[in-house]
């Protein structure tokens, strides 16, 4: 017969049944216990002062009495219920434990397949009585949180899955995310950790729940955080931009402290172990099909270990309603990028050209920018300066009014500009200017209509005016005599401050007949003849 101790209530039981008169074979046979253990008890209930018709015994005296019956068992030399029926497993549960990484619950499922029936406790003694499983830690439990208030997020690789496009196997990621109140979990399938994929993983998160939570714990994966720090995290433009469209509070996670986030830690290799392995998928859409619907019809309808409820019941009835609403417009990721302003004032964004205007920014300026489906806008130290549409890749989007104004005609081969320039210095430049860009190629003269304006911001409108009359008087269009006319005329030549005469102005190039050059006439006063050419 073993042995087995008393607690602290049969104990007072056997000495308040005393005090009230009845025997120690009374005693015995109303509570079940041996007449030797009753003896034993009431004897030393004696010695500590206690009387029959006495008080009944003070907390000091109790405690002595337990005391009394607290033996050391010696070490359990026979084996435990159950533990002959693993013993023939030994290397299976080893394989499953150490090779596999499976948790207990998946190999007790897998020992019932194969007609083993043990409980949880059992197999977890024979597991660390082997040496086989991680030896229990000390750990506290965080306080539990509101409902809709908070939730925990994390990635997880699941294994490989072929891809039947390419044929080629791809790592499969799982963003996993957890309402710690409820325990209810969503499952998305990536391959990828971008920041698109997390922006459309939580999407599908919160259109599966009904709602966004008001803060969201998170690891530091490169897409949300850009700098991990204990103290400081810094998020990513983009995430945080997401974050405050969305209406939730951003609150990343230490480095290497999976307890800051215990429960989707958790959850994260729940998933790996009850839904992905021993799974079939024919692809990622499939995949994601199955696990939206695992969420719910196995995850979400489980009696969880830890709170005893069913988490889609608690959720249903406690938490949703106190989560933020969603709204129905599609969210649009944003891109965030830091540009600088290339000497022909554009930026270099996604592969497309925009332009900055170059009174604000000129080359060599710092930007941000911003784009999205639609629009790409550039910041300048937080203010928006310009917007453009999209362009696609190797597209370019040109603002005129962004070039400097003494290159926007030529940047955009707009004579006509350039002339009405002109007009405003006076008639003579107006037509000196259209004479330049006489011909089939008007844009390869704008060099030389920029140069005439340019000599009226140096020597004067007026001074200019009158060296193009001088110049279309001889039928002389070039831009670099026309400047040495200007240049004379300021030095003093009398020859270029002399007016014109009705006979210097003439209508043709030449002064001359052709027949003057023509060697077989001879000049006789002021008649030609021709000379007689001797052979």
Same mark, same amino acid.
């Given at each position: 017969?073993?042995?087995?101790?008393?607690?602290?209530?049969?104990?007072?039981?056997?000495?308040?049944?005393?005090?009230?008169? %009845? *025997?120690?074979?009374?005693?015995?046979?109303?509570?079940?216990?041996?007449?030797?253990?009753?003896?034993?008890?009431?004897?030393?209930?004696?010695?500590?002062?206690?009387?029959?018709?006495?008080?009944?015994?003070?907390?000091?005296?109790?405690?002595?009495?337990?005391?009394?019956?607290?033996?050391?068992?010696?070490?359990?030399?026979?084996?435990?219920?159950?533990?002959?029926?693993?013993?023939?497993?030994?290397? @299976?549960?080893?394989?499953?434990?150490? @090779?596999?990484?499976?948790?207990?619950?998946?190999?007790?499922?897998?020992?019932?397949?194969?007609?083993? /029936?043990? *409980?949880?406790?059992?197999?977890?003694?024979?597991?660390?009585?082997?040496?086989?499983?991680?030896?229990?830690?000390?750990?506290?439990? !965080?306080?539990?949180?509101?409902?809709?208030?908070?939730?925990?997020?994390?990635?997880?690789?699941?294994?490989?899955?072929?891809?039947?496009?390419?044929?080629?196997?791809?790592?499969?990621?799982?963003?996993?995310?957890?309402?710690?109140?409820?325990?209810?979990?969503?499952?998305?399938?990536?391959?990828?950790?971008?920041?698109?994929?997390?922006?459309?993983?939580?999407?599908?998160?919160?259109?599966?729940?009904?709602?966004?939570?008001?803060?969201?714990?998170?690891?530091?994966?490169?897409?949300?955080?850009?700098?991990?720090?204990?103290? %400081?995290?810094?998020?990513?433009?983009?995430?945080? %931009?997401?974050?405050?469209?969305?209406?939730?509070?951003?609150?990343?996670?230490?480095?290497?402290?999976?307890?800051?986030?215990? @429960?989707?830690?958790?959850?994260?290799?729940? !998933?790996?172990?009850?839904?992905?392995?021993?799974?079939?998928?024919?692809?990622?859409?499939?995949?994601?099909?199955?696990?939206?619907?695992?969420?719910?019809?196995?995850?979400?309808?489980?009696?969880?270990? *830890?709170?005893?409820? !069913?988490?889609?019941?608690?959720?249903?009835?406690?938490?949703?309603?106190?989560?933020?609403?969603?709204?129905?417009?599609?969210?649009?990721?944003?891109?965030?990028?830091?540009?600088?302003?290339?000497?022909?004032?554009?930026?270099?964004?996604?592969?497309?050209?925009?332009?900055?205007?170059?009174?604000?920014?000129?080359?060599?300026?710092?930007?941000?920018?911003?784009?999205?489906?639609?629009?790409?806008?550039?910041?300048?130290?937080?203010?928006?300066?310009?917007?453009?549409?999209?362009?696609?890749?190797?597209?370019?989007?040109?603002?005129?009014?962004?070039?400097?104004?003494?290159?926007?005609?030529?940047?955009?081969?707009?004579?006509?500009?350039?002339?009405?320039?002109?007009?405003?210095?006076?008639?003579?430049?107006?037509?000196?200017?259209?004479?330049?860009?006489?011909?089939?190629?008007?844009?390869?003269?704008?060099?030389?209509?920029?140069?005439?304006?340019?000599?009226?911001?140096?020597?004067?409108?007026?001074?200019?005016?009158?060296?193009?009359?001088?110049?279309?008087?001889?039928?002389?269009?070039?831009?670099?005599?026309?400047? /040495?006319?200007?240049?004379?005329?300021?030095?003093?030549?009398?020859?270029?401050?002399?007016?014109?005469?009705?006979?210097?102005?003439?209508?043709?190039?030449?002064?001359?007949?052709? *027949?003057?050059?023509?060697?077989?006439?001879?000049? @006789?006063?002021?008649?030609?003849?021709?000379?007689?050419?001797?052979?």
């Amino acid at each position: 017969m073993g042995y087995r101790e008393l607690s602290r209530m049969e104990i007072v039981e056997v000495v308040r049944r005393w005090q009230a008169g %009845e *025997s120690q074979r009374g005693i015995a046979r109303l509570t079940g216990l041996a007449r030797e253990t009753v003896s034993k008890y009431l004897a030393a209930a004696g010695t500590l002062g206690l009387l029959p018709n006495g008080p009944p015994p003070n907390e000091e005296q109790v405690v002595v009495l337990v005391r009394l019956g607290s033996v050391v068992g010696a070490p359990r030399t026979w084996a435990a219920p159950g533990r002959d029926a693993l013993e023939p497993h030994a290397e @299976h549960i080893r394989n499953w434990v150490q @090779h596999d990484g499976l948790q207990l619950t998946r190999v007790q499922e897998l020992l019932a397949q194969d007609g083993v /029936r043990c *409980s949880y406790m059992t197999l977890l003694r024979f597991v660390r009585r082997s040496g086989w499983g991680s030896k229990p830690r000390s750990t506290v439990r !965080v306080a539990e949180s509101q409902p809709g208030d908070v939730a925990e997020i994390d990635y997880g690789r699941m294994g490989m899955l072929l891809n039947p496009l390419t044929g080629k196997r791809q790592a499969i990621w799982a963003l996993v995310v957890v309402l710690p109140f409820s325990r209810h979990c969503f499952v998305w399938l990536t391959t990828r950790q971008t920041l698109e994929a997390t922006i459309e993983g939580l999407e599908a998160a919160w259109r599966f729940f009904g709602g966004v939570p008001h803060r969201v714990v998170l690891d530091n994966f490169p897409a949300a955080i850009a700098g991990p720090d204990a103290l %400081e995290p810094r998020p990513t433009r983009g995430f945080l %931009e997401y974050g405050q469209t969305r209406g939730f509070l951003l609150d990343p996670a230490r480095v290497r402290h999976p307890k800051d986030k215990p @429960h989707v830690e958790r959850t994260v290799r729940y !998933v790996r172990e009850r839904f992905w392995k021993g799974g079939h998928f024919a692809d990622l859409i499939d995949a994601r099909r199955q696990a939206q619907a695992w969420c719910t019809e196995v995850a979400g309808r489980r009696i969880h270990g *830890s709170t005893g409820h !069913v988490p889609l019941i608690v959720f249903t009835e406690h938490e949703r309603a106190h989560l933020l609403p969603i709204g129905d417009e599609p969210y649009d990721v944003p891109v965030w990028r830091t540009v600088t302003v290339h000497p022909d004032h554009h930026v270099s964004f996604q592969q497309a050209l925009y332009s900055a205007p170059s009174s604000t920014c000129p080359p060599g300026t710092t930007l941000e920018v911003r784009g999205d489906r639609a629009l790409v806008k550039l910041y300048r130290r937080g203010e928006l300066i310009k917007s453009h549409f999209r362009q696609p890749r190797g597209g370019r989007a040109t603002d005129p009014s962004h070039y400097p104004p003494h290159l926007t005609a030529y940047a955009l081969r707009a004579p006509d500009r350039l002339v009405r320039q002109a007009a405003t210095l006076g008639p003579s430049v107006h037509t000196y200017a259209v004479r330049l860009l006489e011909g089939p190629l008007p844009w390869a003269k704008l060099r030389q209509v920029q140069k005439l304006l340019r000599l009226g911001e140096r020597y004067t409108a007026e001074r200019l005016e009158a060296a193009c009359a001088r110049s279309l008087a001889y039928e002389l269009v070039d831009v670099r005599r026309l400047e /040495r006319i200007i240049v004379l005329a300021i030095d003093g030549d009398p020859a270029v401050d002399e007016p014109l005469s009705a006979a210097q102005v003439l209508p043709s190039r030449f002064a001359r007949p052709g *027949s003057a050059f023509d060697h077989r006439y001879a000049l @006789h006063g002021t008649s030609m003849a021709p000379v007689e050419v001797l052979v």
